[in-house]
């Protein structure tokens, strides 16, 4: 007889379900059960998995239990019989099986007894018997009548969807909330994507919902097997693509849980939606790059979509000089990162909110004439309109230059105004020198929007307290300090934009 093992999902409950002793109990048992029931069932045959039944109805627990029993018999080398769940539209006929798992479940009072009977069919006898308590407090959705008799042994209602080829159609909008991935599992849901007219695109949205950590991928027509666009955690452990489709035919949505072992239920969104891209489009790549001109005014570009990633071409005619930085900047609302890449795509830095108002902002020296790139894309997600500038400056140093290292340090009298500072070129830390002459408790700080961190240095050059974050980003250290000459070597943490001033103050507190 050609093995009939249904599609075998492990199935956690829904977020509305908070209590883990039912589950870890039922678990506990299919664990068990698989078990010993492999040890006893043994030769060709069919084992018939019938289910639990509460108040002579069929309920949900019943299926949950069969489909992780399945599971686990299935999964055990050298266990030979055919596995058929009762609930399932398979054709089966009663009279067939060799073998049959079934239970009851009992109100207790305190609880629920779920007993459970592995039967010999042929002979009519009990081969073993087992019995479980499983609390009570989130079993009433399992105690509901079960919606998947005929299902094909399915959780929910879109099952066998496990590859392209089962895909379940959906047409959008979709929005459904009882999905379910089990152990290993994936869903599989085909979107037929039309043609546009005038050189639109038309944009796919997907959105996963729920407790479950959900991985998301995104399939063209032509090859299901290597994604054009993918995502993790957009939203919390849910997924999130957007994505243009500019060729109609069937596209396919797959998702999954992040790691094989990850079940439980979610919510699916699907939407379509008929747009026009930005200025530019497409500048996914290399070959695609807008050019951006050095001194020019802002260019406006679009992110148009969550993974849409603008792409910049930059020419330096010449080698920055000496004392010169190129400075590359967003303007505008959105919340942006940048990096910056050689000619050959090769990673030289990255920025994500240097500039203002959460814009990023790449400051470099030292680079050779060439060709560079720059890649803008959303932080998590966002979507809207920016401009981006470039421009050959030479920053500003301020009076206490150079002060870049200890034997550099600049002076700063305990108890006095502050001094005002810049971090400038890119890379600039400040040292500064102070005299203790009175023993006692001294505390340094900076003031300012920029994020600073702080060490401070014995005369010996050892270091001996340090500060990154002691008030809304500005260093502070708090130390009590013998008669000498103390350092501190003040730096930003990340890129620091060089027209920004931050203050030092040395005080002593005795």
Do not use: C, H
Not at 240 to 266: A, F, H, L
């Amino acid at each position: 007889m050609k093995r009939m093992i249904s599609v075998l999902l492990m199935i956690a409950l829904a977020s509305s379900l908070p209590a883990e002793s039912v589950m870890s109990g039922l678990f506990g048992a299919a664990d068990e059960v698989s078990v010993d029931v492999s040890q006893i069932v043994s030769g060709d045959g069919v084992l018939l998995i019938g289910g639990v039944d509460y108040n002579q109805t069929s309920v949900k627990l019943g299926d949950l239990f069969a489909d992780l029993t399945a599971n686990r018999l299935a999964g055990r080398n050298g266990f030979r019989p055919d596995v058929v769940k009762q609930y399932a539209n398979l054709g089966f006929s009663r009279g067939e099986e060799s073998w049959t798992l079934s239970g009851n479940l009992y109100d207790a009072g305190a609880g629920y007894l779920l007993t459970l009977q592995l039967m010999d069919a042929q002979r009519g006898s009990q081969l073993k018997g087992w019995e479980y308590a499983l609390g009570r407090d989130g079993i009433d959705e399992l105690l509901r009548p079960s919606v998947l008799q005929g299902s094909g042994g399915a959780w929910d209602a879109y099952e066998s969807n496990n590859s392209a080829a089962e895909a379940y159609v959906i047409q959008p909008p979709f929005d459904v909330s009882d999905l379910a991935l089990g152990d290993g599992d994936e869903d599989w849901f085909a979107v037929e994507v039309p043609a546009t007219r005038g050189g639109n695109v038309m944009v796919l949205q997907a959105a996963t919902s729920g407790a479950l950590d959900t991985y998301m991928e995104l399939y063209s027509p032509d090859d299901q097997s290597w994604a054009v666009t993918e995502d993790d955690d957009t939203d919390g452990g849910n997924a999130m693509i957007q994505y243009p489709i500019s060729e109609p035919g069937t596209w396919y949505v797959k998702v999954r849980g992040y790691s094989d072992d990850v079940e439980g239920s979610y919510g699916l969104t699907v939407s379509l939606r008929e747009d026009t891209l930005g200025p530019g489009e497409p500048d996914e790549g290399p070959e695609g790059a807008t050019s951006l001109n050095v001194g020019t005014s802002p260019l406006s570009k679009n992110i148009d979509y969550s993974s849409d990633e603008d792409w910049f071409r930059l020419r330096l005619v010449r080698p920055l000089g000496r004392d010169e930085v190129l400075r590359i900047e967003t303007m505008g609302d959105m919340d942006l990162v940048m990096e910056l890449m050689d000619e050959y795509q090769g990673y030289i830095m990255e920025d994500d909110d240097s500039g203002n108002m959460n814009n990023p902002m790449v400051i470099v020296s030292g680079l050779d004439a060439g060709e560079y790139y720059v890649v803008v894309s959303g932080y998590g997600g966002e979507t809207g309109s920016y401009d981006i500038m470039a421009n050959i400056a030479v920053p500003v140093r301020d009076s206490f230059e150079p002060d870049d290292d200890m034997s550099q340090a600049s002076g700063i009298e305990t108890n006095t105004a502050p001094q005002r500072r810049t971090f400038s070129p890119p890379g600039d830390v400040d040292w500064v020198r102070f005299e203790v002459s009175s023993p006692g408790n001294y505390r340094i700080r900076t003031q300012g929007e920029i994020d600073t961190y702080m060490e401070l240095y014995d005369e010996s050059g050892v270091m001996i307290a340090e500060n990154d974050d002691g008030e809304n980003y500005n260093a502070m250290i708090e130390y009590r300090l013998d008669r000498g000459t103390f350092y501190i070597s003040v730096s930003p943490y990340g890129a620091a934009n060089p027209d920004e001033v931050y203050e030092l103050i040395v005080n002593s507190l005795n």
